[in-house]
């Protein structure tokens, strides 16, 4: 959430700030709401004197004025609980309109309005070129058995899949790879709550802002819960209200879990296979760190993601967000794109994040700094919080099928997975 004593302090530079982004829907009516609070608690502050001031004369009062200005008294008392409750509203109002404004861009984040403003950082790996026709992931899968969308439609609707035989076990080896992949670099893995309750959807950001996408499962007598659109709420939750210590920083987290997003605002978009999905699974990394250490830690997701695309043979590009493209809880961003050839073109395969103290201020995840000679009882600061994509499966398994696929209509497995797939080495009909 926005800092707003930040926002008090430099109400014109902090809104400047935040129209990098763009519009921001709500920021006029913030500031106004908070310049009304600043009256009101000003206001009362001066009734409270008062009162204060003619409760001390009252014992000075002679019999006469006694009545008179007990009369005052009560005229000052009724003003003041008349004011808290016009505080009382518009802190409630400014609570609620706050959720709804997104982290402040990062200096260093480039200017630009959309993803076609995301400038290039670099590629890994050749393209491939094919000496005969490809054909993209739902046509290979089909063909292999593998992949059947049809039937996943009768029983579910759009945007749902049944994996079978060797892909439902390609798809499996891609989730024990990425994990042991993580595990190997010191990650502590964790398997997360699938449902959780609206407070860990708020921590995040995801609601209120993205209400519309998420799956709300009411429960009777009780409070709804949602499923998780990223293991990245569950996780990032799970120092939720806790104090670390800075000497544990930074804590580094992987995660395996489905994914369950309605994709409401995506109508006609990637509708065909295994691209946007109302259900996939991805193994996510999350961590918490220093302001200090945030930069290299999110540098090291990207390089990461990288590096698992690599083993597996894929062509990529990594993008850094502009300020308009950043996502809401996000003060500085890359994607890792990697390569479809059906396509002819990259697409967004992982997105690597610093939050900043954005969502630890929402969730109360501080940590103590460590004392100095100087300093023997330093301030409780807030963790910065970053979440990437390490990676998710669909997507992946897709990219996979594309890439490697032959002229005999077979796919190469990549040799980092042989491990996992029990011997086999080539999807084939």
């Known amino acids: 959430m926005l800092d707003l004593k930040l926002l008090e302090?430099?109400?014109?530079?902090?809104?400047?700030?935040?129209?990098?982004?763009?519009?921001?829907?709500?920021?006029?009516?913030?500031?106004?709401?908070?310049?009304?609070?600043?009256?009101?608690?000003?206001s009362a502050q001066i009734l409270q004197e008062k009162r204060n001031a003619e409760s001390k004369a009252l014992g000075q009062a002679s019999k006469e004025e006694i009545?008179?200005?007990?009369?005052?008294?009560?005229?000052?008392?009724?003003?003041?609980?008349?004011?808290?409750?016009?505080?009382?509203?518009?802190?409630?109002?400014?609570?609620?309109?706050?959720?709804?404004?997104?982290?402040?861009?990062?200096?260093?984040?480039?200017?630009?309005?959309?993803?076609?403003?995301?400038?290039?950082?670099?590629?890994?790996?050749?393209?491939?070129?094919?000496?005969?026709?490809?054909?993209?992931?739902?046509?290979?899968?089909?063909?292999?058995?593998?992949?059947?969308?049809?039937?996943?439609?009768?029983?579910?609707?759009?945007?749902?899949a049944f994996l079978q035989g060797a892909g439902s076990r390609l798809n499996r080896a891609l989730a024990s790879f990425f994990a042991e992949f993580h595990l190997a670099r010191g990650d502590t893995e964790l398997s997360p709550p699938f449902l959780v309750r609206e407070h860990a959807m708020v921590n995040t950001g995801q609601l209120p802002k993205f209400k519309e996408d998420a799956f709300e499962v009411p429960l009777a007598g009780e409070e709804s819960m949602y499923l998780i659109p990223t293991a990245e709420v569950s996780v990032t939750n799970y120092f939720a209200n806790e104090t670390l210590e800075e000497g544990e920083l930074p804590k580094r987290f992987c995660a395996y879990s489905p994914c369950f997003r309605a994709e409401a605002g995506s109508a006609g978009k990637d509708t065909r296979g295994l691209i946007r999905m109302h259900q996939f699974e991805k193994v996510e990394m999350v961590r918490f760190a220093t302001l200090e250490q945030a930069d290299a830690e999110l540098l090291d997701m990207v390089e990461r993601a990288s590096a698992i695309l690599t083993a597996l043979g894929l062509s990529h590009r990594i993008v850094e967000h502009c300020a308009g493209d950043l996502g809401f809880q996000a003060e500085k961003s890359f994607d890792i794109d990697v390569w479809f050839p059906a396509q002819n073109q990259y697409r967004e395969i992982s997105s690597c994040s610093s939050c900043g103290v954005f969502?630890?201020?929402?969730?109360?995840?501080?940590?103590?700094?460590?004392?100095?000679?100087?300093?023997?009882?330093?301030?409780?600061?807030?963790?910065?919080?970053?979440?990437?994509?390490?990676?998710?499966?669909?997507?992946?398994?897709?990219?996979?099928?594309?890439?490697?696929?032959?002229?005999d209509g077979s796919v190469k497995i990549p040799e980092a997975l042989w491990p996992y797939m029990g011997g086999v080495r080539v999807l084939s009909a």
């Open 9 to 42: 302090r430099d109400p014109e530079g902090i809104k400047q700030r935040l129209l990098r982004r763009g519009a921001v829907p709500q920021l006029s009516e913030l500031l106004a709401l908070m310049h009304e609070r600043k009256t009101l608690i000003a």
């Open 359 to 407: 969502q630890a201020r929402r969730a109360e995840i501080r940590y103590r700094p460590k004392a100095t000679s100087e300093n023997q009882k330093p301030k409780l600061q807030y963790v910065a919080t970053l979440n990437g994509s390490g990676l998710p499966l669909g997507r992946t398994l897709a990219a996979l099928l594309e890439n490697h696929q032959q002229a």
């Open 67 to 160: 009545e008179h200005k007990r009369a005052g008294l009560r005229e000052v008392g009724e003003r003041i609980r008349e004011e808290e409750a016009k505080l009382r509203e518009v802190e409630e109002k400014l609570a609620a309109i706050a959720l709804a404004i997104p982290n402040i861009p990062r200096d260093d984040v480039p200017d630009g309005l959309d993803d076609s403003q995301n400038p290039e950082v670099k590629r890994v790996g050749e393209i491939p070129h094919f000496a005969f026709a490809v054909k993209d992931h739902v046509e290979i899968g089909h063909a292999l058995g593998v992949l059947d969308l049809t039937r996943a439609a009768k029983v579910s609707g759009a945007r749902f």
